[in-house]
């Protein structure tokens, strides 16, 4: 199904994740041309709990099930990062649109995949990255394509926030977790998108937790045809013993 025409998008969640309840699903709500129809969970009273909170009609106890309803255009995925790949691609595959959460994928190879995948299906494949939406930064992207203020050749940002919980999925090797997936994803978008290119060069150096395996901080070097771009994604300090 094409968007073309479409006066209403219909919306299955994959998931109750909390970005999901808390902000994304309240944002489609108060969307224009936008409806949330249909929640997933691999539990089933999770998915009924939530739907009647947000005033969602339709539960679904797996996501599989959500792709087959008719009822659905569209579904946005919160899940965590390692089950990315395998359900945008899914949800492709059964004709939905699909927004996924960032990072789109682990490696460029799956992201690639399922770029395919959604091409192949005539659908619509798009990462969360709601950043590049807001009035502001659209702003920001004309006044730097202008040349208003000169020409860019730098391109420096720090992102940080502290989370030492090991519980938390975050802070899981095997799901995808750590800095650079979690928050420094947003300094190389950031980085792309106001050079409106690719790198053509890229360094980091990348510090561990030596329980977890997760990186705990990712500072990185982008070179740009016209520039280049820094960064650092700190998420908490490792506890060296006494």
Known sequence: MGLKGVTE??????????IAREKVIPGIQQADRCRVVAIASRDLARATQVARQLGIQTTHESYQALLADPQVDAVYIPLPNHLHSEWAMAAARAGKHVLCE????????????MIDVAEAEGVRLMEAFMYRLHPSWVAVRQLVASGRIGRLVAVQSWFSYFNDDPANIRNVLEAGGGALYDIGCYSV?????????????VEA?????????VDILTSGFLEFPGGVATFASPRHPVQHPA
């Open 102 to 113: 960032k990072p789109l994928a682990l490696t460029a190879a799956d992201a690639q995949r």
């Open 9 to 18: 998008v219909r919306w299955g969640i994959l998931s109750t994740a909390r």
């Open 189 to 201: 978008n950031l980085s792309r998108m106001l050079f409106d290119d690719e790198p053509t060069r």
């Open 205 to 213: 150096s990348i510090l561990r937790d030596p329980d977890s395996g």
